[in-house]
Protein backbone atom coordinates (compact mmCIF):
# COMPACT_ATOMS: atom_id res chain seq x y z
CA UNK A 1 0.00 0.00 0.00
CA UNK A 2 1.52 3.19 -0.55
CA UNK A 3 2.18 5.63 2.22
CA UNK A 4 -0.41 7.89 3.00
CA UNK A 5 0.49 11.40 4.65
CA UNK A 6 -1.73 13.36 6.75
CA UNK A 7 -0.92 17.03 7.49
CA UNK A 8 -1.90 18.76 10.31
CA UNK A 9 -2.30 22.67 10.78
CA UNK A 10 1.57 23.72 10.87
CA UNK A 11 0.73 25.75 13.88
CA UNK A 12 1.84 23.79 16.73
CA UNK A 13 1.44 20.37 15.04
CA UNK A 14 3.99 17.66 13.92
CA UNK A 15 3.34 16.71 10.42
CA UNK A 16 2.33 12.55 10.69
CA UNK A 17 2.98 9.94 7.51
CA UNK A 18 1.83 6.70 8.09
CA UNK A 19 3.19 3.38 7.37
CA UNK A 20 1.07 0.27 6.32
CA UNK A 21 0.73 -1.52 9.22
CA UNK A 22 -0.77 2.14 10.91
CA UNK A 23 2.04 3.59 12.77
CA UNK A 24 2.47 7.09 12.93
CA UNK A 25 5.88 7.66 10.76
CA UNK A 26 7.47 11.25 11.40
CA UNK A 27 8.53 12.35 14.84
CA UNK A 28 7.61 9.56 16.31
CA UNK A 29 9.59 6.76 13.83
CA UNK A 30 12.22 8.94 11.69
CA UNK A 31 12.07 12.38 14.39
CA UNK A 32 12.19 15.54 13.78
CA UNK A 33 15.20 18.18 14.31
CA UNK A 34 14.90 20.28 17.71
CA UNK A 35 15.17 23.44 16.16
CA UNK A 36 11.80 22.43 14.36
CA UNK A 37 9.93 22.43 17.63
CA UNK A 38 8.41 25.45 19.61
CA UNK A 39 9.82 27.41 21.67
CA UNK A 40 9.98 26.64 25.14
CA UNK A 41 9.17 22.70 24.38
CA UNK A 42 12.12 22.07 26.62
CA UNK A 43 11.34 24.60 29.18
CA UNK A 44 7.67 23.55 29.40
CA UNK A 45 5.86 21.91 32.17
CA UNK A 46 5.32 18.51 30.65
CA UNK A 47 9.28 18.06 29.32
CA UNK A 48 10.64 19.16 33.47
CA UNK A 49 8.07 17.18 34.93
CA UNK A 50 8.56 14.16 33.01
CA UNK A 51 11.92 14.48 34.06
CA UNK A 52 11.31 14.91 37.46
CA UNK A 53 8.77 11.59 37.59
CA UNK A 54 11.89 9.97 36.01
CA UNK A 55 14.33 10.65 38.83
CA UNK A 56 12.14 9.92 41.06
CA UNK A 57 11.10 6.82 39.87
CA UNK A 58 14.75 5.67 39.25
CA UNK A 59 15.32 6.54 43.08
CA UNK A 60 12.50 4.69 44.03
CA UNK A 61 13.79 1.73 41.67
CA UNK A 62 17.10 1.46 42.82
CA UNK A 63 16.58 1.61 46.35
CA UNK A 64 13.47 -0.93 46.35
CA UNK A 65 16.61 -3.15 45.81
CA UNK A 66 19.47 -1.46 47.42
CA UNK A 67 18.46 -0.60 50.77
CA UNK A 68 17.54 -3.78 51.98
CA UNK A 69 20.15 -5.89 50.12
CA UNK A 70 22.95 -5.44 52.60
CA UNK A 71 20.48 -6.28 55.51
CA UNK A 72 20.11 -10.18 54.85
CA UNK A 73 20.89 -11.52 57.91
CA UNK A 74 19.21 -8.61 60.56
CA UNK A 75 16.12 -9.36 58.52
CA UNK A 76 16.61 -13.19 58.45
CA UNK A 77 17.10 -12.69 62.47
CA UNK A 78 13.74 -11.22 62.97
CA UNK A 79 11.26 -12.28 60.85
CA UNK A 80 12.77 -16.17 59.93
CA UNK A 81 14.76 -17.60 60.38
CA UNK A 82 13.99 -18.71 57.05
CA UNK A 83 16.98 -20.43 54.16
CA UNK A 84 15.16 -18.39 51.21
CA UNK A 85 15.87 -14.99 52.63
CA UNK A 86 18.32 -14.97 49.82
CA UNK A 87 15.52 -14.51 47.30
CA UNK A 88 14.62 -11.38 48.72
CA UNK A 89 17.71 -10.11 46.45
CA UNK A 90 17.05 -12.99 43.36
CA UNK A 91 13.96 -12.15 42.92
CA UNK A 92 14.15 -8.12 42.41
CA UNK A 93 16.42 -9.16 39.52
CA UNK A 94 14.48 -12.37 37.94
CA UNK A 95 10.70 -10.32 38.11
CA UNK A 96 12.45 -6.67 36.74
CA UNK A 97 13.77 -9.11 33.78
CA UNK A 98 10.36 -10.42 33.12
CA UNK A 99 8.76 -6.94 33.71
CA UNK A 100 11.16 -4.94 31.35
CA UNK A 101 10.92 -7.70 28.01
CA UNK A 102 6.78 -6.89 28.60
CA UNK A 103 7.21 -2.66 29.11
CA UNK A 104 9.30 -1.68 26.30
CA UNK A 105 7.38 -3.73 24.12
CA UNK A 106 3.67 -2.99 25.40
CA UNK A 107 4.34 0.52 25.60
CA UNK A 108 5.66 0.56 21.72
CA UNK A 109 2.76 -0.89 20.90
CA UNK A 110 0.15 0.79 22.89
CA UNK A 111 1.91 3.91 24.23
CA UNK A 112 3.72 4.55 27.36
CA UNK A 113 1.20 6.81 29.47
CA UNK A 114 -0.75 4.25 31.65
CA UNK A 115 2.52 1.56 31.73
CA UNK A 116 4.46 4.20 33.58
CA UNK A 117 1.66 5.56 35.75
CA UNK A 118 0.29 2.31 37.03
CA UNK A 119 4.11 1.31 37.73
CA UNK A 120 4.64 4.13 39.99
CA UNK A 121 1.43 3.22 42.20
CA UNK A 122 2.09 -0.53 42.14
CA UNK A 123 5.47 0.45 43.25
CA UNK A 124 4.18 1.94 46.42
CA UNK A 125 1.73 -1.12 47.14
CA UNK A 126 4.61 -3.38 46.56
CA UNK A 127 6.74 -1.01 49.53
CA UNK A 128 3.73 -1.27 51.65
CA UNK A 129 3.50 -4.75 51.32
CA UNK A 130 7.46 -5.43 52.15
CA UNK A 131 7.26 -2.89 54.93
CA UNK A 132 4.36 -4.65 57.12
CA UNK A 133 5.58 -8.68 56.20
CA UNK A 134 5.54 -10.46 59.32
CA UNK A 135 7.77 -13.37 57.31
CA UNK A 136 10.07 -14.09 54.75
CA UNK A 137 7.54 -15.47 51.85
CA UNK A 138 5.53 -12.17 52.22
CA UNK A 139 8.62 -9.92 52.15
CA UNK A 140 9.40 -12.28 49.02
CA UNK A 141 6.16 -11.50 48.00
CA UNK A 142 6.58 -7.90 48.35
CA UNK A 143 9.64 -7.74 46.48
CA UNK A 144 8.67 -9.89 43.88
CA UNK A 145 6.21 -6.83 43.12
CA UNK A 146 8.83 -4.12 43.22
CA UNK A 147 11.23 -5.80 40.93
CA UNK A 148 8.41 -6.51 38.72
CA UNK A 149 7.30 -2.64 38.49
CA UNK A 150 10.74 -1.70 38.96
CA UNK A 151 10.64 -2.26 34.84
CA UNK A 152 9.04 0.74 34.12
CA UNK A 153 10.85 2.57 37.18
CA UNK A 154 14.23 1.88 35.07
CA UNK A 155 13.23 2.35 31.50
CA UNK A 156 14.11 5.67 31.63
CA UNK A 157 16.70 4.77 28.62
CA UNK A 158 14.45 5.17 26.67
CA UNK A 159 11.70 7.70 27.88
CA UNK A 160 14.12 10.40 28.25
CA UNK A 161 15.79 9.53 25.15
CA UNK A 162 13.45 9.53 22.97
CA UNK A 163 12.11 12.62 24.09
CA UNK A 164 16.13 14.31 24.06
CA UNK A 165 17.97 14.91 20.62
CA UNK A 166 20.52 11.92 19.55
CA UNK A 167 23.66 14.35 20.67
CA UNK A 168 22.03 14.81 23.62
CA UNK A 169 21.40 10.57 25.32
CA UNK A 170 24.57 10.17 26.93
CA UNK A 171 23.76 13.08 28.85
CA UNK A 172 20.15 12.37 29.66
CA UNK A 173 21.75 9.06 31.08
CA UNK A 174 24.28 11.26 33.48
CA UNK A 175 21.40 13.27 34.65
CA UNK A 176 19.38 10.36 35.69
CA UNK A 177 22.56 8.72 37.31
CA UNK A 178 22.34 11.49 39.91
CA UNK A 179 19.02 10.45 41.38
CA UNK A 180 20.43 6.90 41.73
CA UNK A 181 23.36 7.86 44.03
CA UNK A 182 21.55 8.59 47.49
CA UNK A 183 19.97 4.64 47.79
CA UNK A 184 22.33 3.43 45.24
CA UNK A 185 26.00 4.70 45.80
CA UNK A 186 24.94 4.95 49.85
CA UNK A 187 22.32 2.70 50.39
CA UNK A 188 24.73 0.88 52.45
CA UNK A 189 25.04 3.36 54.61
CA UNK A 190 21.80 4.59 54.96
CA UNK A 191 20.51 0.85 55.59
CA UNK A 192 23.09 0.15 58.27
CA UNK A 193 22.50 3.64 60.13
CA UNK A 194 18.21 2.86 60.50
CA UNK A 195 19.21 -0.18 62.16
CA UNK A 196 21.21 0.77 64.56
CA UNK A 197 18.31 3.11 66.32
CA UNK A 198 15.21 1.73 67.59
CA UNK A 199 12.03 1.91 66.11
CA UNK A 200 10.61 0.28 63.09
CA UNK A 201 14.65 -1.17 62.02
CA UNK A 202 15.26 -2.86 59.00
CA UNK A 203 11.19 -1.91 57.97
CA UNK A 204 12.68 1.84 57.62
CA UNK A 205 14.51 1.03 54.52
CA UNK A 206 11.02 1.01 52.55
CA UNK A 207 9.59 3.98 54.24
CA UNK A 208 11.57 6.11 51.75
CA UNK A 209 10.17 4.16 49.10
CA UNK A 210 6.70 4.65 49.87
CA UNK A 211 6.81 8.82 50.20
CA UNK A 212 8.80 8.68 46.89
CA UNK A 213 6.70 6.44 44.95
CA UNK A 214 4.19 8.71 46.66
CA UNK A 215 5.48 11.74 44.95
CA UNK A 216 6.24 10.13 41.19
CA UNK A 217 2.81 8.94 40.57
CA UNK A 218 1.30 12.11 40.48
CA UNK A 219 4.07 13.78 38.46
CA UNK A 220 3.68 10.54 36.06
CA UNK A 221 -0.26 11.47 35.20
CA UNK A 222 0.15 15.49 34.92
CA UNK A 223 3.47 15.40 32.88
CA UNK A 224 3.79 13.03 30.78
CA UNK A 225 1.44 12.91 27.52
CA UNK A 226 3.44 11.05 24.99
CA UNK A 227 1.76 9.98 21.76
CA UNK A 228 -1.25 8.03 22.77
CA UNK A 229 -2.46 4.83 20.69
CA UNK A 230 -4.55 6.99 18.54
CA UNK A 231 -1.81 9.03 17.61
CA UNK A 232 0.41 5.90 17.16
CA UNK A 233 -2.30 3.82 14.43
CA UNK A 234 -4.38 7.07 13.04
CA UNK A 235 -7.49 5.47 13.69
CA UNK A 236 -6.19 2.76 11.39
CA UNK A 237 -6.59 0.25 14.11
CA UNK A 238 -8.92 -0.81 17.00
CA UNK A 239 -6.67 -1.88 20.21
CA UNK A 240 -8.88 -4.86 19.55
CA UNK A 241 -6.84 -5.77 16.35
CA UNK A 242 -3.50 -5.28 17.69
CA UNK A 243 -4.33 -7.41 20.94
CA UNK A 244 -4.88 -10.07 18.43
CA UNK A 245 -1.79 -9.75 16.84
CA UNK A 246 0.59 -10.00 19.95
CA UNK A 247 2.52 -12.94 20.53
CA UNK A 248 0.53 -14.26 23.35
CA UNK A 249 2.30 -18.01 22.94
CA UNK A 250 5.50 -16.32 23.11
CA UNK A 251 4.54 -14.01 25.90
CA UNK A 252 3.45 -17.24 27.97
CA UNK A 253 6.49 -19.52 27.06
CA UNK A 254 8.70 -16.42 28.30
CA UNK A 255 7.60 -15.70 31.86
CA UNK A 256 6.90 -19.82 32.14
CA UNK A 257 10.60 -20.14 30.96
CA UNK A 258 12.39 -17.46 33.43
CA UNK A 259 10.34 -18.61 36.45
CA UNK A 260 11.81 -22.13 35.55
CA UNK A 261 14.98 -20.53 35.94
CA UNK A 262 15.22 -18.41 32.96
CA UNK A 263 15.44 -20.98 30.49
CA UNK A 264 13.01 -19.42 27.85
CA UNK A 265 13.51 -16.56 25.88
CA UNK A 266 10.10 -16.21 24.26
CA UNK A 267 11.45 -17.90 21.09
CA UNK A 268 8.01 -19.42 21.45
CA UNK A 269 5.60 -18.15 19.11
CA UNK A 270 7.75 -16.91 15.99
CA UNK A 271 8.79 -20.61 14.71
CA UNK A 272 5.21 -21.81 14.36
CA UNK A 273 3.58 -19.09 12.49
CA UNK A 274 4.13 -15.49 11.61
CA UNK A 275 3.43 -13.12 13.96
CA UNK A 276 2.96 -9.12 13.60
CA UNK A 277 3.61 -8.54 17.13
CA UNK A 278 5.92 -11.16 18.00
CA UNK A 279 6.83 -9.94 21.89
CA UNK A 280 10.72 -10.16 21.00
CA UNK A 281 11.34 -9.21 17.10
CA UNK A 282 14.34 -11.51 16.50
CA UNK A 283 15.79 -8.80 14.08
CA UNK A 284 17.56 -7.11 16.97
CA UNK A 285 19.85 -10.49 17.55
CA UNK A 286 21.04 -10.30 14.07
CA UNK A 287 22.24 -6.73 15.10
CA UNK A 288 25.62 -7.32 15.91
CA UNK A 289 26.42 -3.70 17.32
CA UNK A 290 23.02 -4.29 19.45
CA UNK A 291 24.22 -7.59 20.94
CA UNK A 292 27.83 -6.46 21.72
CA UNK A 293 26.72 -3.45 23.78
CA UNK A 294 24.00 -5.52 25.39
CA UNK A 295 26.28 -7.92 26.50
CA UNK A 296 28.70 -5.45 28.07
CA UNK A 297 25.57 -4.16 29.83
CA UNK A 298 25.20 -7.82 31.11
CA UNK A 299 28.49 -7.64 32.42
CA UNK A 300 27.88 -4.22 34.34
CA UNK A 301 25.09 -5.39 35.85
CA UNK A 302 26.20 -9.09 36.73
CA UNK A 303 29.56 -7.22 38.68
CA UNK A 304 26.80 -4.58 40.28
CA UNK A 305 24.04 -7.28 41.90
CA UNK A 306 26.80 -9.42 42.93
CA UNK A 307 28.91 -6.97 44.57
CA UNK A 308 25.65 -5.47 46.85
CA UNK A 309 25.32 -8.52 48.42
CA UNK A 310 28.79 -10.35 48.45
CA UNK A 311 31.17 -7.10 49.28
CA UNK A 312 28.73 -6.36 52.81
CA UNK A 313 29.56 -9.58 53.89
CA UNK A 314 33.36 -9.27 52.73
CA UNK A 315 33.70 -6.05 55.13
CA UNK A 316 32.23 -7.27 58.12
CA UNK A 317 33.69 -11.12 58.06
CA UNK A 318 37.35 -9.42 56.70
CA UNK A 319 37.90 -6.07 57.96
CA UNK A 320 35.71 -4.31 60.64
CA UNK A 321 32.35 -4.83 63.19
CA UNK A 322 31.01 -1.61 63.27
CA UNK A 323 28.06 -1.06 61.16
CA UNK A 324 28.69 2.87 61.05
CA UNK A 325 31.93 2.38 59.49
CA UNK A 326 31.39 -0.74 57.82
CA UNK A 327 28.40 0.66 56.13
CA UNK A 328 30.41 3.85 54.46
CA UNK A 329 33.05 1.03 53.26
CA UNK A 330 30.01 -0.80 51.84
CA UNK A 331 29.44 2.25 49.34
CA UNK A 332 32.63 1.94 47.63
CA UNK A 333 31.45 -0.55 45.06
CA UNK A 334 27.97 1.78 44.66
CA UNK A 335 29.31 4.86 44.69
CA UNK A 336 32.10 3.95 42.30
CA UNK A 337 29.60 2.64 40.19
CA UNK A 338 27.64 5.26 40.01
CA UNK A 339 30.26 7.61 39.72
CA UNK A 340 31.09 6.19 36.42
CA UNK A 341 27.84 6.18 35.28
CA UNK A 342 27.52 9.97 35.68
CA UNK A 343 30.74 10.87 34.25
CA UNK A 344 30.06 8.90 31.49
CA UNK A 345 26.65 9.86 30.59
CA UNK A 346 28.00 13.55 30.79
CA UNK A 347 31.57 12.90 29.27
CA UNK A 348 31.26 10.28 26.33
CA UNK A 349 29.90 12.57 23.75
CA UNK A 350 32.94 14.97 24.19
CA UNK A 351 35.31 12.10 24.45
CA UNK A 352 34.08 10.08 20.96
CA UNK A 353 35.55 7.08 19.82
CA UNK A 354 32.77 4.97 22.07
CA UNK A 355 34.12 1.58 20.76
CA UNK A 356 37.42 2.76 22.46
CA UNK A 357 35.94 4.00 25.37
CA UNK A 358 33.82 0.47 26.04
CA UNK A 359 37.37 -1.43 25.10
CA UNK A 360 39.13 0.55 27.40
CA UNK A 361 36.72 -0.30 30.03
CA UNK A 362 36.40 -3.34 29.80
CA UNK A 363 40.03 -3.61 30.18
CA UNK A 364 40.69 -1.91 33.24
CA UNK A 365 37.52 -3.11 35.28
CA UNK A 366 39.01 -6.78 34.20
CA UNK A 367 42.68 -5.99 35.25
CA UNK A 368 41.25 -3.81 38.88
CA UNK A 369 38.81 -6.32 39.73
CA UNK A 370 40.54 -9.56 39.08
CA UNK A 371 43.80 -8.24 40.87
CA UNK A 372 41.26 -7.86 44.13
CA UNK A 373 41.20 -11.49 43.91
CA UNK A 374 44.68 -10.87 46.48
CA UNK A 375 41.93 -10.23 49.46
CA UNK A 376 43.37 -10.81 52.62
CA UNK A 377 42.64 -9.51 56.41
CA UNK A 378 45.29 -7.52 56.13
CA UNK A 379 44.66 -5.53 52.94
CA UNK A 380 42.16 -3.37 53.28
CA UNK A 381 43.28 -0.57 51.88
CA UNK A 382 44.29 -2.20 48.49
CA UNK A 383 40.96 -3.79 48.05
CA UNK A 384 39.16 -0.82 48.30
CA UNK A 385 41.48 1.04 45.76
CA UNK A 386 41.61 -2.05 43.50
CA UNK A 387 37.40 -2.23 43.35
CA UNK A 388 36.73 2.04 43.56
CA UNK A 389 38.94 1.36 40.20
CA UNK A 390 37.65 -1.07 38.83
CA UNK A 391 33.70 -0.38 39.62
CA UNK A 392 34.07 3.02 37.87
CA UNK A 393 35.14 1.80 34.69
CA UNK A 394 32.29 -1.10 34.80
CA UNK A 395 30.12 2.46 35.62
CA UNK A 396 31.24 4.18 32.80
CA UNK A 397 30.79 1.03 30.40
CA UNK A 398 27.24 0.31 31.61
CA UNK A 399 26.13 4.11 31.11
CA UNK A 400 27.56 4.29 27.50
CA UNK A 401 26.24 0.83 26.71
CA UNK A 402 22.61 1.35 27.79
CA UNK A 403 22.33 4.35 26.18
CA UNK A 404 23.80 2.62 22.66
CA UNK A 405 21.01 -0.20 23.10
CA UNK A 406 18.40 2.34 21.68
CA UNK A 407 20.55 4.39 19.48
CA UNK A 408 22.80 1.70 17.26
CA UNK A 409 19.13 -0.21 16.28
CA UNK A 410 17.41 0.40 12.73
CA UNK A 411 14.59 1.39 13.83
CA UNK A 412 13.97 3.96 16.61
CA UNK A 413 10.05 2.84 16.36
CA UNK A 414 11.24 0.29 18.74
CA UNK A 415 13.56 1.75 20.53
CA UNK A 416 11.23 0.89 24.13
CA UNK A 417 11.57 -2.88 22.70
CA UNK A 418 15.33 -2.93 21.99
CA UNK A 419 15.85 -1.15 25.37
CA UNK A 420 13.92 -3.19 27.73
CA UNK A 421 15.17 -6.43 26.09
CA UNK A 422 18.46 -5.70 26.35
CA UNK A 423 17.13 -4.66 30.27
CA UNK A 424 15.62 -8.11 30.59
CA UNK A 425 18.69 -10.03 29.23
CA UNK A 426 20.51 -7.89 31.75
CA UNK A 427 18.45 -8.71 34.84
CA UNK A 428 18.06 -12.45 34.00
CA UNK A 429 21.69 -12.73 33.43
CA UNK A 430 22.52 -10.86 36.65
CA UNK A 431 19.88 -12.72 38.25
CA UNK A 432 22.27 -16.05 37.54
CA UNK A 433 25.58 -14.69 37.79
CA UNK A 434 24.55 -13.17 41.52
CA UNK A 435 23.38 -17.07 42.14
CA UNK A 436 26.51 -18.20 40.46
CA UNK A 437 28.53 -16.14 43.27
CA UNK A 438 26.35 -16.98 46.32
CA UNK A 439 26.81 -20.52 45.47
CA UNK A 440 30.59 -20.17 44.75
CA UNK A 441 30.90 -18.54 47.98
CA UNK A 442 29.11 -20.84 50.52
CA UNK A 443 30.77 -23.75 49.19
CA UNK A 444 34.15 -22.36 49.50
CA UNK A 445 33.09 -21.36 53.33
CA UNK A 446 32.13 -24.91 53.54
CA UNK A 447 35.46 -26.22 53.00
CA UNK A 448 37.58 -23.48 54.35
CA UNK A 449 35.79 -22.90 57.22
CA UNK A 450 35.87 -26.16 58.91
CA UNK A 451 39.31 -26.99 57.92
CA UNK A 452 40.64 -24.12 60.46
CA UNK A 453 38.17 -22.68 62.48
CA UNK A 454 37.07 -25.73 64.75
CA UNK A 455 40.31 -26.91 65.80
CA UNK A 456 41.02 -23.22 66.72
CA UNK A 457 38.17 -23.14 68.61
CA UNK A 458 38.85 -26.14 70.39
CA UNK A 459 42.48 -25.18 71.19
CA UNK A 460 41.53 -22.21 72.48
CA UNK A 461 39.13 -23.70 75.08
CA UNK A 462 36.15 -23.69 73.31
CA UNK A 463 33.78 -27.19 74.19
CA UNK A 464 33.10 -29.17 71.19
CA UNK A 465 29.21 -28.84 71.25
CA UNK A 466 29.47 -24.74 70.86
CA UNK A 467 31.10 -24.54 67.89
CA UNK A 468 28.27 -24.69 65.51
CA UNK A 469 26.62 -22.01 67.25
CA UNK A 470 29.69 -20.23 67.56
CA UNK A 471 29.53 -20.27 63.66
CA UNK A 472 26.08 -19.38 63.40
CA UNK A 473 26.88 -16.41 65.74
CA UNK A 474 30.34 -15.13 63.95
CA UNK A 475 27.77 -14.81 60.37
CA UNK A 476 24.81 -13.06 62.42
CA UNK A 477 28.12 -10.69 64.23
CA UNK A 478 26.02 -8.78 66.92
CA UNK A 479 27.05 -9.18 71.04
CA UNK A 480 23.45 -10.93 71.50
CA UNK A 481 24.03 -13.92 69.13
CA UNK A 482 27.61 -14.24 70.74
CA UNK A 483 26.21 -14.19 73.91
CA UNK A 484 24.14 -17.10 73.28
CA UNK A 485 27.66 -19.64 72.66
CA UNK A 486 27.70 -21.48 76.08
CA UNK A 487 31.80 -21.35 77.63
CA UNK A 488 32.54 -18.38 75.02
CA UNK A 489 35.12 -15.82 76.40
CA UNK A 490 36.45 -12.93 75.21
CA UNK A 491 40.30 -15.11 74.47
CA UNK A 492 38.13 -17.80 72.58
CA UNK A 493 36.18 -15.27 70.34
CA UNK A 494 39.21 -13.37 69.52
CA UNK A 495 40.94 -17.02 68.67
CA UNK A 496 37.82 -17.84 66.46
CA UNK A 497 37.48 -14.25 64.73
CA UNK A 498 41.32 -14.41 63.99
CA UNK A 499 41.09 -18.00 62.66
CA UNK A 500 38.06 -17.11 60.52
CA UNK A 501 39.00 -14.40 58.70
CA UNK A 502 42.17 -15.85 57.06
CA UNK A 503 40.16 -19.13 56.35
CA UNK A 504 37.02 -16.66 55.05
CA UNK A 505 39.21 -14.76 52.71
CA UNK A 506 40.26 -17.55 50.98
CA UNK A 507 36.80 -18.36 49.85
CA UNK A 508 36.23 -14.31 48.82
CA UNK A 509 39.66 -14.24 46.53
CA UNK A 510 37.92 -17.50 44.77
CA UNK A 511 35.08 -15.04 44.06
CA UNK A 512 36.45 -12.02 43.09
CA UNK A 513 38.33 -14.13 40.40
CA UNK A 514 35.09 -15.49 39.35
CA UNK A 515 34.90 -11.69 37.93
CA UNK A 516 37.26 -12.24 35.11
CA UNK A 517 35.19 -14.96 33.44
CA UNK A 518 32.38 -12.06 33.16
CA UNK A 519 34.63 -9.61 32.35
CA UNK A 520 36.43 -11.38 29.83
CA UNK A 521 33.41 -11.88 27.93
CA UNK A 522 32.79 -8.24 28.35
CA UNK A 523 36.15 -7.36 26.60
CA UNK A 524 35.64 -9.93 24.26
CA UNK A 525 32.44 -8.25 22.95
CA UNK A 526 33.78 -4.71 23.44
CA UNK A 527 35.42 -5.06 20.59
CA UNK A 528 32.38 -5.47 18.12
CA UNK A 529 30.52 -2.38 19.72
CA UNK A 530 30.40 0.63 17.34
CA UNK A 531 31.04 4.12 17.50
CA UNK A 532 28.12 6.49 17.42
CA UNK A 533 29.76 9.57 17.05
CA UNK A 534 28.01 10.19 13.14
CA UNK A 535 24.74 9.46 15.32
CA UNK A 536 24.95 12.77 17.43
CA UNK A 537 22.74 14.62 15.71
CA UNK A 538 19.98 17.27 16.52
CA UNK A 539 16.98 14.65 15.84
CA UNK A 540 14.50 13.85 18.38
CA UNK A 541 12.69 10.54 18.32
CA UNK A 542 9.30 11.51 20.09
CA UNK A 543 7.56 14.48 21.88
CA UNK A 544 5.39 15.39 24.58
CA UNK A 545 2.04 16.52 23.71
CA UNK A 546 -0.41 18.78 25.28
CA UNK A 547 -3.89 16.88 27.24
CA UNK A 548 -5.87 14.52 25.07
CA UNK A 549 -4.83 16.66 21.38
CA UNK A 550 -1.63 16.41 18.66
CA UNK A 551 -0.36 19.61 19.89
CA UNK A 552 3.20 19.60 20.45
CA UNK A 553 3.91 20.76 24.37
CA UNK A 554 4.73 25.06 23.88
CA UNK A 555 2.58 25.51 20.53
Known amino acids: MAQEKTSLEKAGHLEYTHREDGVAADAWHHGVDAEK ?7 SSFFLGTMLASGLSVSAGVGGFALAAPLLATINAEIGPDPDIVWVALV ?16 DIFGRRWFFIGGSFLALIGCIISAVAHNVPALVGGTALIGFVAASQLSYTFVLGELVPFKFRFMSLGFVYIWAIPFSGFGPALSYALVQHPGPGWRSCYYPMIVINAAATPCWFLFYHPPTFHMKYADRKSRLQVVKDLDFIGLILFIGGLLIFLMGRSWGGSSFMPLKKPLVPMHLFRNMKWVSVVMLVVVGASVYYAFAIIWPTIIFMLYISGLTYGGWLACVTRCAINTGQVSGGWLS ?13 SIASCAMLGAAGC ?12 LFVGCFFIGWLESVGLAMTGIVIDDQNEIGTAVDVAGSIRSAVSTVASTLYTVVLTNRLEKTIPAVVPPALVKAGLPVASVPS ?3 AITVGTPAAFAAVDGLTDAIELAGITAYKPASSQAYRTVMLVTIAFLGLGLFFSFWAPNVDELMTNRVSQTLHKRKDENVVGA
Open 92 to 107: YTMTLAIGQALVGRLS
Open 37 to 43: LPTGYFR
Open 470 to 472: FLS
Open 349 to 361: KHVGRQKWQLVAC
Open 375 to 386: ATPNNKNTIIGL
